[in-house]
């Protein structure tokens, strides 16, 4: 009990942060510009320890079930921590562009930041890394048709029609996820695996001296963390709209937080996987979450727009488009062929590094 007490006092600390935030809150938000941006920052470094023993959960249920419902069990789970800080964020002070502007960030962050890194790190200790090429056209064409669908024809729609797009896009978005879940746990599923013969006979004898894995313990830790989360972002949000006026901060700031914070355990998980030489493992994640944040958050996003009354601001700018184009138009060139390289690695991390230098400018 007392081991997994001190396994779990990332968690425990997270949850002491949560419930000295509430009665705090105040002092917080009426203390000052200063005050109030230290606080978020707390807040954040809370949150961020919490979501990553969510994801160290995840990947243990992840281990125990296999590929491809590991990646989607660990991708799920960020998505989840995603919808639960956005729909706490947009509730206290909405926003109409942060959902666009996370989605957004969430994909460069994802495909150019993650797989970059990881195709980068791999390709200088391995050389060629090899993965389901099956995977990855698939991972592509769903993501282009999700983006095209809720982020860019929303540029094309009259505002008086929002709810009605609003309501077809949400149903687009399920038919799309029930396909790809099909397909991901049904007969399609060999196209998101790939075999490591060498690695499982390394592994095997040290696998049997593993302790078991509890999944109920798992699952129990899993959403206790993101119900956690949440109560973290609630105080979060108003701290950090507080610390962040009239700072002069990029807009887009916050929506780069949020896709940070979900994402940071899943960068660890890739770089692991890329070091192991396992690369279908960094697809699965990168393109998987990518496709997860478009394809689960903007149903759930939009449902609520709806219900509050409040209409989204989708459509992507002219640079976020300009930019989405040249990501997925790179990704289907460098993941055609099976085999990933440290240049590939580098193209998409230049992209990265361009997608932070125009959010710095505030593009």
């Known amino acids: 009990m007392i081991k997994r007490i001190v396994e779990e006092k990332y968690l425990l600390l997270a949850l002491?942060?949560?419930?000295a935030a509430y009665p705090l809150?105040?002092?917080?938000?009426?203390?000052g510009q200063a005050r109030a941006m230290i606080c978020a920052v707390l807040l954040v470094v809370a949150i961020i320890l919490a979501s990553m023993r969510v994801a160290h959960h995840a990947e243990l249920l992840a281990e125990k079930v296999g590929d491809p419902y590991g990646t989607m069990i660990l991708t799920l789970s960020a998505v989840l921590v995603?919808?639960?800080i956005l729909a706490i964020m947009i509730s206290n002070a909405p926003s109409p562009t942060l959902v666009r502007d996370t989605i957004y960030s969430a994909v460069m962050l994802d495909i150019n930041g993650i797989l970059g890194l990881a195709a980068l790190m791999g390709g200088l200790k391995h050389g060629e890394q090899s993965y389901n090429d099956d995977s990855a056209r698939t991972y592509s064409v769903m993501i282009l048709t999700a983006m095209?669908?809720?982020?860019?024809?929303?540029?094309?729609?009259?505002?008086?029609?929002?709810?009605?797009?609003?309501?077809?896009?949400?149903?687009?978005?399920?038919?799309?996820?029930?396909?790809?879940?099909?397909?991901?746990?049904?007969?399609?599923?060999?196209?998101?695996?790939?075999?490591?013969?060498?690695?499982?006979?390394?592994?095997e004898p040290s696998e049997a001296h593993e302790a078991p894995v509890s999944t109920t313990l798992s699952i129990?830790?899993?959403?206790?963390?993101?119900?956690?989360?949440?109560?973290?972002?609630?105080?979060?949000?108003?701290?950090?709209d507080v610390g962040l006026e009239g700072s002069g901060a990029p807009p887009v700031l916050s929506a780069i937080l949020v896709a940070a914070i979900?994402?940071?355990?899943?960068i660890l998980t890739a770089l692991r996987a890329a070091l192991a030489n396992r690369m279908q493992s960094v697809v699965n994640i990168a393109l998987g979450a990518s496709l997860s944040t478009v394809i689960l958050t903007v149903p759930v996003m939009e449902a609520m727009a709806i219900y509050m009354g409040q209409p989204l601001q989708m459509a992507m700018t002219p640079v976020q488009t300009v930019m989405a184009v040249i990501t997925l138009l790179v990704c289907a060139i460098n993941l055609n062929?099976?085999?990933?390289?440290?240049?590939?690695?580098m193209t998409h991390f230049v992209l990265f590094a361009t997608f932070i230098m125009l959010s710095l400018l505030g593009l």
């Open 82 to 84: 995603e919808v639960v």
């Open 337 to 345: 062929d099976g085999q990933t390289n440290a240049i590939e690695g």
């Open 220 to 240: 129990g830790v899993l959403v206790f963390g993101v119900v956690v989360i949440g109560a973290l972002a609630e105080v979060m949000s108003k701290a950090m």
């Open 148 to 203: 095209g669908v809720s982020m860019v024809v929303p540029e094309f729609i009259p505002e008086g029609r929002w709810a009605l797009y609003s309501a077809f896009t949400i149903g687009a978005m399920l038919v799309l996820y029930s396909l790809f879940l099909r397909m991901q746990v049904g007969p399609h599923s060999y196209f998101f695996s790939y075999s490591y013969p060498e690695k499982k006979r390394r592994s």
């Open 262 to 266: 979900s994402a940071s355990p899943e």
């Open 16 to 19: 002491v942060a949560a419930i």
């Open 25 to 31: 809150e105040p002092l917080m938000v009426h203390g």
